[in-house]
């Protein structure tokens, strides 16, 4: 980054989930899971390391798994993931994925907040 080595870790701390189907979804934060199809990552900000991807629109189920929790149709859910200690290492990459249990399409909503030590 900045034509040096990334050494900085990030650590998730708040996720907000909005479900806005009516059938329950599949939420999962995985670890380096890899994207099928178009990935386009940007940078967050200014003087940031981290970059954001939001096109990719199918998640393998590999990677290691985080975290994972299921959500009612017409449900919002904030959840304090500096509880589980999460240190994402510049060589990892974190995955959000949202997967409808009823085997259809749904709009979901997701917010992140982390902290990186730059």
Do not use: C, H
Request: hydrophobic content about 35%; aromatic content about 6%.
């Amino acid at each position: 980054y900045n034509n040096k080595n990334n050494q900085v870790e990030y650590t998730p701390d708040l996720l907000s989930i909005s479900n806005d189907g009516t059938k329950p979804i599949l939420i999962e934060l995985r670890g380096n899971a890899t994207a099928a199809g178009v990935t386009n990552f940007q940078p967050v900000g200014n003087n940031l390391v981290t970059e954001v991807n939001t096109e990719a629109n199918i998640m393998s189920q590999n990677g290691r798994l985080l975290y994972a929790f299921t959500l009612a149709g017409n449900q919002s859910e904030s959840i304090d993931l500096s509880k589980l200690r999460i240190r994402i290492p510049p060589s990892l990459r974190l995955s959000i994925s949202a997967k409808g249990t009823a085997n259809q399409n749904q709009n979901v909503t997701a917010a992140l907040v982390w902290y990186e030590d730059v």
